[in-house]
């Protein structure tokens, strides 16, 4: 149950899968290789209520740490993946603290927030007892408030100043567009990189862990010296073509 909070606690970066399909046997592809955590994503890819309590399964069994991303707004869907057994609920869009508020109030127990009882299933799947569920979870789990446009990282600091608020996760194709007002996003170009800087320095001021999406392994090297604690790489349209591309260019009849 504490995989997730040691490799956090490790001091090096942790290194995440981003699935959205749902496929059992594609996600046990994907989490046979070395990713330290798995994001299974409910906002765009193809996970509801039932494919991700399966995922969630999936992933604990394959020895790693299941990050949730659920829709905007639904912080009930929040506290429910907890109680399938998710360690960590990143929540898109988070623009100011009283969102953050929310977000945290549904995946904290009492005192720090409000999350309604229900931890049965959870603890089945760690293999521990409801007792310890209940006082282990709300230290080694993470919400993620993603940082995502204009308004977020003005609010910045106040997102930060909500104490069940673990840490942040920023969204490089929806900071993008906000701050270009331009739909197509120009992940950490020029009109964006140096805010990112600033929001991986200030989170880290605040005691807080900083997460950050990427679509490969050139952008992750370039963004580690930076000095976020959780690098995602790449998604799955990118994981199928890499596997497909090089058998087709491999070939030389054609
Ligand atoms: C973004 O880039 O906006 C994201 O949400 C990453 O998935
Ligand atoms: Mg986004």
């Not at 290194?15 to 955590?37: K, R």
């Not at 409000?114 to 209940?134: C, I, K, N, Q, T």
């Not at 194709?173 to 991986?200: A, E, F, T």
Request: aromatic fraction near 8%.
């Amino acid at each position: 149950m504490f995989r997730l909070t040691n490799a956090l606690d490790q001091n090096t970066i942790v290194v995440s899968a981003w699935c959205g399909i749902t496929d059992p046997h594609y996600l046990e592809g994907v989490c046979a290789h070395c990713f330290d955590t798995i994001v299974l994503d409910m906002q765009h890819g193809f996970f509801d209520e039932h494919s991700i309590q399966a995922a969630i399964s999936t992933v604990v069994n394959s020895g790693k740490a299941p990050i949730v991303r659920v829709p905007v707004g639904r912080w009930d869907t929040a506290s429910r993946v907890m109680d399938f057994g998710a360690l960590g609920v990143i929540a898109p869009m988070i623009n100011d603290a009283q969102a953050a508020q929310s977000f945290a109030a549904a995946m904290k127990y009492v005192p720090a927030g409000e999350r309604s009882f229900g931890p049965h299933h959870a603890a089945a799947v760690y293999a521990v007892d409801v007792a310890a569920y209940l006082d282990g979870i709300d230290a080694n789990s993470i919400a993620l408030a993603m940082i995502e446009t204009r308004q977020a990282y003005e609010n910045l600091d106040a997102i930060l100043a909500v104490s069940g608020v673990d840490g942040i996760l920023i969204g490089p194709g929806d900071l993008s567009i906000s701050l270009r007002q331009n739909r197509h996003p120009d992940i950490y170009g020029p009109d964006s990189i140096d805010i990112v800087k600033d929001i991986i320095g200030r989170t880290a001021g605040a005691g807080k862990k900083s997460a950050v999406f990427t679509t490969g392994p050139e952008l992750a090297n370039s963004l580690a010296k930076i000095g976020p604690d959780i690098i995602t790489i790449g998604d799955d349209q990118c994981y199928i073509s890499n596997g497909v591309r090089p058998q087709l260019e491999g070939l030389n009849f054609r």
